[in-house]
């Protein structure tokens, strides 16, 4: 199963999620020669990704040590940070129109979280799962 497709800036690549009996993890489609390479192996259980508005990162959530947790890494799937503690189960990663701000789901909860002071802040807890940010 492929879900999430994301376009690259450039628009020579899609990323998309992989369910198969490996596991989950993300995968890159070069268009240009329909080659396929994954970004993030089986085991890190890796779904949703999401590329940042300047194009340099990927945004996404993955199953660590029995907790659903938030990462980013560049385009060529290196340099993996973590960006939520694994037990808060953060889910559905966005970006937040810029590259410093990030949305996510928690515990029937939309949360935003700034990359530069990790602070947390609550916008909604109205049982959101799914935020998608649009500027006005």
């Given at each position: 199963v492929k879900d999430s497709p994301a376009m690259t800036p450039e628009g020579g690549?899609?990323?998309?999620?992989?369910n198969d009996?490996?596991?989950?993890f993300i995968a890159s489609l070069r268009l240009s020669d329909k080659s396929i390479s994954g970004m993030t192996p089986?085991?890190?259980?890796?779904?949703?990704?999401?590329?940042?508005?300047?194009?340099?990162?990927v945004l996404f959530s993955a199953i660590r040590e029995g907790h659903v947790g938030i990462f980013t890494m560049t385009l060529t799937g290196e340099?993996?940070?973590?960006?939520t503690p694994?037990?808060?189960?953060c889910r559905t990663p966005a970006w937040?129109?810029?590259i410093r701000d990030v949305l996510y789901s928690k515990n029937g909860g939309l949360y935003t979280r700034s990359?530069?002071?990790?602070?947390?802040?609550?916008?909604?807890n109205k049982g959101d799962i799914s935020p998608h940010w649009v500027a006005n």
């Open positions: 690549s899609v990323l998309y999620s992989v009996r490996s596991g989950h089986p085991s890190f259980n890796a779904a949703s990704p999401v590329i940042s508005p300047d194009g340099s990162l340099n993996v940070k973590s960006l694994l037990n808060d189960d937040r129109g810029t990359l530069d002071t990790q602070r947390e802040v609550l916008i909604s």
